[in-house]
């Protein structure tokens, strides 16, 4: 599964499916809001591209670590600390080609997803700058 949604995941059903023939290896990254002295933080996505990128760095994944099985769901809207944020589960025949598909999969979210972030605090809040972030600085 390929997502961004606003809804919270089910992880453990994740893993269920993940568990695919030949699966040796089931890696799990789940992403949550921190508690860097904020109350909340706000996600928005350009969703049709946001899914789009997430399909291809599944696939590019999948071929390049031998992954048996790819799941990324990203959520958005308005989260509070220690909700889910981004769950990545990926299984293969073997734990170093999970872990590095795992780790290669967060590295690109990273670098090229349209998803910003704004941390909100007791004071105004403020976008959290990145390649495809708003560069709003602090906004009260």
């Given at each position: 599964m390929i997502a961004i949604q606003k809804d919270d995941i089910d992880i453990g059903a994740l893993i269920t499916n993940a568990k695919k023939a030949g699966t040796g290896a089931l890696v799990v990254f789940d992403g949550v809001v921190r508690d860097d002295d904020i109350t909340e933080m706000e996600l928005e996505a350009y969703e049709e591209v946001a899914v789009q990128e997430l399909e291809k760095i599944a696939k590019?994944?999948?071929?390049?670590?031998?992954?048996?099985?790819?799941?990324?769901?990203?959520?958005?809207?308005?989260?509070?600390?220690?909700e889910n944020i981004l769950i990545i589960v990926v299984s293969?025949?073997?734990?170093p080609d999970a872990y590095a598909g795992s780790r290669y999969i967060i590295e690109e979210i990273k670098k090229g997803v349209p998803i910003w972030k704004k941390e909100l605090t007791k004071d105004g809040g403020r976008w959290?700058?990145?390649?495809?972030?708003?560069?709003?600085?602090?906004?009260?």
């Open positions: 590019e994944a999948a071929e390049q670590f031998r992954l048996i099985h790819v799941d990324i769901i990203h959520r958005i809207g308005r989260l509070s600390v220690g293969a025949g073997h734990r959290v700058p990145g390649e495809h972030g708003h560069g709003l600085g602090n906004v009260q």
